[in-house]
Structures are given as structure tokens and as C-alpha cells.
């Protein structure tokens, strides 16, 4: 049996990312956000919850919550 010297590296880092899509949010995207989730675009959101309507949805600017 072969022996090999294996070095990994723990990446202990969380993203933001569209809670429907899994698109990775950079700083200067512009995200939706609906009932404490986010979301890439308003078509992710309404297609994670078909009933919203335009006064649910809350844009903001990813750079603001952190990311």
C-alpha cells in the first residue's frame, strides 16, 4: 500500500447565496429580501413563494448586510 502525505486545508468561510438558486452574492450585488431570506433576483423569490406581492420584497444592497 501506497503512502501519501495529504495536506488539507479547512476553509472555515460562509457566503451569502440565493436561498433558491445557490447564486454566490458578491459585494456590490443588489439582493432581494423576503421573510428573513435572500434571494438573487425577484424572479428566485417569487418562485420560492408564489403568493408575494411587489410590497413584500425588500432590495438592498449585498455590501450591506456584510457580504
Do not use: Q
Not at 468561510?13 to 450585488?29: M, Q, T
Not at 439582493?31 to 420560492?48: D, K, Q, R, T
Amino acid at each position: 500500500m501506497d503512502n501519501y502525505n495529504i495536506t488539507a486545508k479547512m476553509v472555515d468561510e460562509e457566503v451569502e447565496c440565493c436561498n433558491r438558486c445557490g447564486k454566490i452574492f458578491k459585494s456590490k450585488s443588489i439582493i432581494v429580501a423576503v421573510y428573513g431570506m435572500l434571494f438573487c433576483s425577484n424572479e428566485c423569490a417569487f418562485e420560492e413563494f408564489p403568493d408575494l406581492t411587489e410590497s413584500d420584497l425588500e432590495t438592498i444592497l449585498a455590501s450591506d448586510i456584510g457580504v
